[in-house]
Each structure stands twice: as structure tokens, then as C-alpha cells.
């Protein structure tokens, strides 16, 4: 072998290496649940079959710096929160059940109630309604 085709080859291998860990930072995100929803008036409308697989979704609300966190609780009801944690303001995430905020640790349970500090504070939750096959969510709140 000479070596330009060695070279070559240990530069595929360099790239492949690149190129498979750059998939392992984004194998968080690709759990995470988006859900396409309507704004009208203050309302966001989302359909009750995005929950047939998946138990929670997320939902980018235009003019929200981060999204809401619509959960399906075992009583057939919703919760819908900001996503915003209360300590510091970090994006919480969805894990095992609940939401951690990857900043400081706060933990908060689906319905955004705090299970662990630092923070004091629930999440902001919004109201939620059931209306033939959709969940609609009040945000005359407006953001967090």
C-alpha cells in the first residue's frame, strides 16, 4: 500500500468516527415528542390522537421562547406547563416520567410541581379544556 492510499483511507475512518459521534448529542433530542398545534385567539389546539403513542408532547408556541409540556395524565385529563424551570430559567426536559432542569437539577412531576429543588417555584401551568378530538390550552396568561 502507498501512501496516498493510506492516507486516504485513515482520513475515511477519521470521517466515519466524526460522523458517528456526531449523532450521539442528538440521540437526546430524537425522543423528544413534537406535536403541530393551531393558535387562534389566545387558544392553542392540539389533536388527542398526538397522544396515542406517547404519554407527553412538547408544542413551540409562536411568541414563547420555549415550548409548553402537554401531558396525558391515567384519568384521561391534561396539563400543559412552560417548559421554562423556575430557578434560573433553563429549558426542563422530559426523562423518566418527569421533568429534570439539566442546569442546576430542579426536578418538577408532569403537571409541574416540584419534586426537587433548588427551585421554589412550580412550573407556570395553563389551563386545559377537552373539545370533541382536541385538547385546547388557554394562554391568555401569556409567556412565563
Do not use: W
Amino acid at each position: 500500500m502507498n501512501r496516498r492510499r493510506f492516507l486516504g483511507r485513515i482520513e475515511g475512518v477519521a470521517a466515519g468516527a466524526v460522523l458517528a459521534g456526531m449523532g450521539l448529542p442528538l440521540q437526546g433530542c430524537i425522543g423528544f415528542h413534537y406535536v403541530t398545534a393551531t393558535l387562534a385567539e389566545g387558544r392553542v389546539r392540539l389533536r388527542r390522537a398526538d397522544f396515542d403513542a406517547e404519554p407527553f408532547a412538547l408544542v413551540d408556541v409562536p411568541g414563547f421562547a420555549m415550548p409548553l409540556y402537554v401531558y396525558r395524565h391515567g384519568d384521561g385529563g391534561f396539563s400543559a406547563v412552560s417548559t421554562r424551570c423556575m430557578h434560573q430559567g433553563c429549558q426542563v426536559e422530559p426523562v423518566a416520567g418527569h421533568l429534570i432542569c439539566p442546569c442546576h437539577g430542579s426536578e418538577y412531576a408532569n403537571d409541574g410541581a416540584v419534586l426537587k429543588g433548588p427551585t421554589l417555584h412550580p412550573l407556570r401551568h395553563f389551563p386545559t379544556a377537552l373539545e370533541a378530538d382536541a385538547v385546547v390550552i388557554d394562554l391568555s396568561g401569556g409567556e412565563p
